[in-house]
């Protein structure tokens, strides 16, 4: 038997079956995610239509100052604040939290500084002292370890005595600034409905227009609040914890054993635990809480791998405890583990990179096998636009979106895997970069930024993946009867220019 026939068998009984049946695979998962989107957006617009803002939900009443009690009837809240070197942006959280409209004897703000940099402390110092000669009741905490990173601060945090005379914590990142009524408009749902842990504002970005990474990064995650929060908030009264700009119920964050750093997660860990105890959520879309993207791909890469890596394996250590969990109904323990947890934390991100970045482009050497055109086209056509219309004004962006999304993937992708089969870098925290060039404030401090040479900017990964890919394409346009080597073209373009380090600041 020759060489080219020994290959045409082996690509008949092995190869081509092995293929169709990765197709198969993807093409389930494909309506799946399908379905899931649809579910979303349906109970969004629901929500739209019929106008199901929180406060028709549940309970609201602005506070207001008692005559006989004066101040006291205001519940104690805690603010806090951590950080880790945040040289550009730690003015901005602590001088937004001290502006906070609220009783200053019903307030603390606690700065939870886990600065390495003598000078970067020293400036915290500072701040605190200025806002401390102003009335405000603030404490800045450092403790001699950064073990647990985020969350171990936050932990260390709680163990302080004036924490037990705090009812509610507010918690905010280094570089979101809340509107000084951010108090006044959130604490009112937990004084008023006392089945409701979590108080969820949305996220505005001051540097969205920084630059084309930027943009990308602003329609994603407006989809996130649009859809994930606000249809998970309606329809569950459950979603995950974003980690800032939200309020804790202090009971209800103690009940199901406050922070733990066994992820890179801790806010998602916290927020399933304290929702198995069947506690409430609620996600307020008018709410907004100005923060920053980041700028530069390097720093977006490493945050996309805590994000995907995180969630993948708080699932992997979960999953057992959510299934013996009894507190909590039968639909909402299906949900948090298939909706929330296995489709938009696990597969969705196999599907996008594996699908469109592999299965597609190496479908051209396989023209006996058919990809059906609503997999391809009239399914991520509508993914595609739900996506969209939550960032109108960047509409027009969609195809640059779809081909950014493409190549995250593949970053989400690996840190899923490292997440789910606990990898070297699964605890990995790497601190995301802030510039604080966008934001306007004769508060910042001269930016230093980073200057990368010609090789750190080279991305291997991405190189490989973008010249297979431009392969695939120029072999379809040769040899193939489609039209796919148009997309494939633009995709490898996509993995290329991101591989060269042309992508953010």
């Not at 609220?102 to 110092?125: A, C, F, G, H, Y």
């Not at 002292?129 to 404490?139: C, D, L, Y």
């Not at 108080?199 to 630059?211: I, L, P, T, Y």
């Not at 469109?356 to 050497?365: A, G, M």
Request: aromatic letters at 14%; hydrophobic letters at 45%.
């Amino acid at each position: 038997m020759t060489t080219m026939m020994w290959w045409r068998e082996m690509r008949s009984l092995l190869i081509v079956p092995m293929f169709k049946c990765l197709v198969a695979i993807c093409l389930v998962i494909s309506l799946l995610v399908f379905v899931e989107s649809l579910y979303m957006n349906i109970v969004v617009i629901y929500v739209k239509l019929f106008k199901r803002k929180p406060e028709k939900i549940y309970k609201w009443e602005a506070m207001q100052e008692d005559m006989e009690l004066g101040n006291q009837n205001f519940p104690m809240v805690l603010v806090q604040i951590p950080m880790y070197n945040e040289r550009e942006v730690f003015q901005l959280s602590i001088g937004a939290a001290c502006r906070l409209i609220w009783p200053l004897d019903r307030l603390i703000v606690q700065v939870l500084d886990d600065s390495t940099d003598p000078t970067i402390m020293e400036m915290v110092n500072i701040e605190c002292g200025k806002w401390a000669t102003k009335g405000i009741n603030i404490k800045c905490e450092r403790r001699d370890n950064r073990n647990g990173y985020k969350a171990g601060a936050l932990k260390q945090g709680m163990r302080h005595s004036y924490v037990k005379t705090c009812t509610y914590i507010a918690i905010f990142d280094a570089d979101f600034q809340p509107e000084p009524d951010y108090l006044q408009r959130t604490v009112p749902f937990l004084i008023h409905n006392s089945e409701l842990a979590l108080v969820q504002a949305r996220w505005k970005f001051v540097n969205a227009k920084k630059c084309l990474m930027t943009r990308m990064q602003e329609m994603s995650l407006n989809y996130h609040f649009t859809a994930e929060q606000e249809s998970g908030s309606t329809r569950h009264a459950f979603f995950g914890f974003n980690g800032t700009a939200g309020v804790w119920r202090l009971a209800a964050m103690e009940e199901a054993g406050g922070w733990k750093d066994r992820t890179t997660v801790e806010d998602m860990d916290l927020a399933v635990r304290v929702g198995l105890h069947g506690w409430k959520f609620v996600f307020v879309n008018d709410v907004e809480v100005k923060s920053e993207l980041p700028s530069q791909f390097k720093a977006f890469r490493f945050q996309q791998h805590r994000w995907s890596c995180g969630p993948a394996n708080l699932f992997r250590k979960m999953t057992m405890e959510i299934f013996r969990n009894k507190r909590v109904t039968i639909w909402k323990k299906l949900y948090v583990i298939y909706s929330f947890f296995f489709v938009r934390k696990i597969i969705v991100h196999f599907f996008t990179f594996f699908f469109y970045c592999f299965i597609l482009p190496t479908s051209v050497f396989f023209p006996e096998v058919n990809i059906p055109t609503w997999s391809t086209v009239y399914f991520p056509f509508m993914i595609t636009l739900f996506n969209a219309i939550a960032t109108p004004r960047s509409f027009y962006l969609v195809i640059f979106w779809v081909l950014f999304e493409n190549v995250m993937a593949m970053h989400r992708t690996k840190g899923t895997f490292i997440g789910l089969l606990e990898g070297g870098r699964v605890n990995e925290w790497v601190v995301t970069e802030k510039l604080g060039d966008a934001l306007e404030t004769k508060l910042l401090p001269q930016v230093r930024k980073p200057r990368y040479g010609v090789l750190d900017r080279i991305n291997s990964k991405e190189m490989m993946v973008g010249i297979y890919i431009l392969c695939c394409a120029s072999y379809n346009l040769v040899f193939g009867k489609t039209l796919l080597y148009i997309y494939l073209y633009m995709q490898a373009l996509a993995f290329i220019i991101a591989g060269i380090g042309f992508v953010g600041t």
